[in-house]
């Protein structure tokens, strides 16, 4: 499975932007699929992440309320709509997948990331 982030840049507190994973080489609708980031100097984390149909997110504490994860399985693509971040939302973001199947923390896919800055 390959996975192409896009769509980070500069963006002002309180503004909004989304991120965009595209993948490829096997059948999204077979994928849990979520988001990590990771800022300088901190560990890395992950942001939320969406089953296979859709039907069920999970968004880490800090981001619950601001951040919406969904995906379009007839473009094999997943989303991060943004609204209102906040300068700590500035990090390396990742997309990652799995079989749906595979519980756990374990993800076995990753994109390369791309950068969300977010100025104050």
């Known amino acids: 499975v390959q996975l192409q982030a896009s769509g980070g840049g500069l963006v002002q507190a309180g503004g909004s932007l989304r991120l965009s994973c595209a993948a490829s080489g096997r059948t999204f609708g077979s994928l849990a699929v979520g988001w990590f980031r990771q800022a300088p100097g901190k560990e890395r984390e992950l942001v939320a992440h969406i089953t296979w149909n859709g039907g069920s997110t999970s968004y880490a504490d800090a981001v619950k309320g601001r951040f919406t994860v969904s995906r379009d399985n007839a473009k094999s693509t997943m989303y991060l709509q943004m609204n209102s971040p906040k300068p700590e939302d500035t990090a390396l973001y990742y997309c990652?997948?799995?079989?749906?199947?595979?519980?756990?923390?374990?993800?076995?896919?990753w994109g390369q990331g791309t950068l969300v800055t977010v100025s104050s």
């Open positions: 990652v997948a799995r079989p749906y199947f595979r519980g756990g923390g374990a993800w076995d896919y």
